[in-house]
């Protein structure tokens, strides 16, 4: 492992205490085992509440969405329906932001056209659908990014687009 790529975390709480040293993912998952000893009631908040993993997420669109320094590419035999292919999209663009590779989260309704190859009336009139499904909302600026619930949703579908 890279010596820059570690990560170092120290804990106190109360009289217990931890250092934890390695790779993002075994330090989180580390700590996070960690304070669940120390304080059962995160383990079962743990259970309900969904929170996006990156490196799943990652993992589950490799091959279907790739993140280039021009933007976003969708694999170019994907056939999706426009709300599915534009909820991947987005999703691309979360985790592109994410990993530090995108500057924002968010796509105008032209960019998510030219991408998913789809016309931008047809893009246009799904927007307001998945808006009110709580799945996209509309950034300040009028572009649009995935919620949770997005996510979630996203996610629970991936696979069936996977060769």
Do not use: W
């Amino acid at each position: 492992m890279r010596e820059e790529g570690k990560l170092k975390v120290h804990i106190e709480l109360g009289d217990a205490k931890a250092d934890f040293e390695g790779d993002l993912n075994e330090v989180f998952d580390l700590t996070v085992k960690f304070l669940t000893q120390i304080c059962p009631s995160l383990e079962i908040l743990q259970k309900i509440i969904y929170t996006p993993d990156i490196v799943k997420l990652a993992e589950k669109i490799e091959g279907l969405i790739e993140i280039i320094s021009e933007g976003l590419i969708l694999r170019s035999d994907l056939d999706a329906p426009a709300r599915e292919a534009v909820c991947l999209v987005l999703l691309g663009a979360y985790l592109g932001k994410a990993l530090g590779r995108m500057s924002k989260d968010s796509l105008s309704t032209r960019d998510l056209a030219r991408i998913v190859r789809k016309a931008r009336k047809t893009i246009a009139n799904e927007m307001p659908r998945l808006v009110s499904e709580g799945l996209v909302e509309r950034t300040p600026e009028g572009e649009y990014r995935l919620t949770t619930l997005g996510i979630r949703k996203t996610e629970s579908f991936i696979d069936q687009y996977r060769k």
